[in-house]
């Protein structure tokens, strides 16, 4: 989840910015063009696998959440009930806002559709990374729990949990430690020779955090946060590798070859496969060389030519490859015993012929996990829009009138979307003529984000309406800072009915440290 406090990272703008494009956890995260996080960074678009979700959260269906990672693994664990996680954290520097609330929907609507959940509060993170008192991070880890538990989320299926009591999360956090260096921190986030030990160490127990849902068994598990945590997202899914006893990869004979490589090998041994029974590795070479290949792949072309040139009269075949990563000798030796049909032993790996990729992963993890590793499955996320300031420019929570908390009082939410800027019109007989501009309207933004819940026709009436100059700000503005009165008015009781509920859980609100 994004932080807030100074300066919030939970309100992007659309300005440009020279930042534009730095995914920085603790630094003042505006993103002004969603698309390039695609291009640059290899965040996929949601839009590609809305179609597959049963019945989708608003946040999904009007695209607030825009982006992912690997979030197929997740849809197919919860099409096939099979287990799947969702976890996020919370650094509890402030009041929880309304930017928090699409993240606490975001797990809940997860437990809602089959999922283990958690939530877990990053005192430790908020402690080291910006200097908050343990007295301050008990007072504001209540806060967002409440809210938590007042929207929906059931502590007695999910999991709540503090970084700083967790046990197995810093067990875990001090083995992937062996994994990641200095360099990757430094590459990574910028950390440098003045950064906090105690900094760096919050970055491996979020890491943990990310990986913990797996601790009792591997699934796939989803991380709803905003596109800045995008780093540790990428580091996580990183040093779960790292941790992989096996590695699974296909190849066409003895040598190993890249991605590209191996494509350009598939294609010569379709190609020629139907003429032959054996296809050798001179006669692909000879078959790429003259092949007419796009451009684009004229160094995997060469690459891969030298090395079938290499490999002579070895025949073609088709193979999954298990690689020794950092198996022990009486796993490495159980995977050989478990691989049915024809195999081959190498000195660091095994070729089997007759299995599938998908279940040759299946296996290599069983046997992974029977022999005291992890199995770690990579862990996939889910990324939504910061929302805009309600004063224009970010949101921030050091500046109230820009956010609404969820402590806020109703009358004060009222007031502040009755200050808020708009993406209206000068006058009411221009925004009669040319019509509003809601894709630039903070207050538009509030009905799609949380006024309008699962209404999607309301939404899109709003939209419609002021789109076409049927509707003026000073009445829409008053329509949603009334919604917002009742909203607040609403949650606040349901805070009040699970406080007893908290007290129910095992988190630990009170901190023994005091500091
Ligand atoms: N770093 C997150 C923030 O800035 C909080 C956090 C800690 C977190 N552990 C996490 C988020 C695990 C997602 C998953 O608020
Ligand atoms: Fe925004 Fe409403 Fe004005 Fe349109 S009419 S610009 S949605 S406040």
Not at 165 to 181: M, P, S, T, Y
Not at 304 to 310: I, P, R, T
Not at 420 to 436: F, I, K, N, V, W
């Amino acid at each position: 989840m994004t932080g807030d406090d100074t300066p919030a990272t939970d309100g992007g703008t659309d300005t440009e910015g020279a930042d534009s494009l730095a995914l920085d956890p603790w630094g003042s995260s505006t993103v002004s063009d969603y698309r390039k996080l695609f291009e640059e960074f290899g965040i996929e678009s949601f839009e590609d696998v809305l179609a597959d979700i049963p019945n989708p959260h608003y946040l999904m269906r009007r695209a607030i959440i825009f982006g992912h990672r690997d979030y197929r693994r997740v849809l197919e664990a919860m099409r096939d009930d099979e287990p799947f996680a969702a976890l996020s954290g919370f650094m509890p520097t402030g009041d929880p806002h309304i930017g928090h609330k699409m993240v606490f929907d975001e797990i809940i609507w997860h437990q809602e559709q089959g999922g283990d959940a958690y939530a877990l509060i990053a005192d430790l993170e908020a402690h080291s990374a910006r200097g908050l008192s343990w007295e301050e991070i008990d007072e504001h880890a209540r806060d967002y729990l409440l809210s938590l538990l007042a929207l929906g989320f059931d502590p007695e299926e999910g999991t709540l949990y503090r970084q700083s009591e967790d046990r197995d999360v810093q067990d875990l956090a001090f083995e992937l430690g062996i994994e990641a260096n200095f360099s990757e921190f430094q590459s990574i986030y910028g950390f440098d020779g003045e950064t906090d030990v105690s900094h760096m160490q919050s970055v491996v127990t979020q890491m943990a955090d990310i990986l913990s849902p797996q601790l009792d068994e591997p699934k796939p598990t989803v991380i709803p946060v905003g596109p800045d945590q995008d780093p540790h997202v990428r580091f996580a899914r990183d040093l779960a590798a790292r941790t992989r006893y096996f590695g699974v990869t296909e190849a066409y004979a003895s040598f190993e070859m890249d991605d590209e490589e191996r494509r350009l090998v598939a294609r010569a041994y379709e190609a020629l496969t139907d003429e032959s029974d054996t296809v050798r590795c001179t006669d692909a070479a000879d078959w790429l060389a003259g092949a007419d290949i796009a451009g684009g792949e004229t160094d995997a072309l060469d690459s891969a030519v030298e090395k079938l040139e290499a490999a002579g009269k070895e025949p073609l075949r088709p193979r999954v490859r298990f690689l020794d990563r950092n198996a022990t000798d009486e796993a490495f030796e159980a995977l050989i015993d478990a691989i049915e049909g024809e195999k081959r032993v190498f000195e660091g790996h095994i070729d089997s012929f007759d299995m599938d990729r998908a279940d040759a992963e299946d296996l290599a993890r069983e046997v992974e996990v029977a022999h005291g590793g992890y199995g770690f499955v990579p862990p996939s996320s889910v990324y939504h829009r910061f929302m805009t300031g309600l004063t224009g420019g970010k949101m921030s929570s050091s500046i109230p009138a820009s956010h609404i908390s969820l402590l806020d009082d109703p009358e004060t939410g009222y007031d502040k979307v009755k200050a808020a800027t708009t993406g209206g019109r000068t006058s009411a007989e221009e925004q009669r003529e040319l019509g509003g501009e809601p894709d630039d309207c903070p207050v538009y933004e509030l009905y799609a984000y949380l006024l309008a819940a699962d209404d999607d026709e309301f939404a899109e009436r709003v939209y419609e309406e002021c789109r076409e100059g049927d509707r003026l700000c000073g009445d829409c503005k008053e329509q949603a800072a009334q919604l917002m009165k009742e909203f607040l008015a609403e949650h606040q009781e349901k805070r009040a009915e699970v406080e007893d509920l908290l007290e129910e859980t095992d988190i630990e609100l009170e901190s023994p440290r005091r500091r």
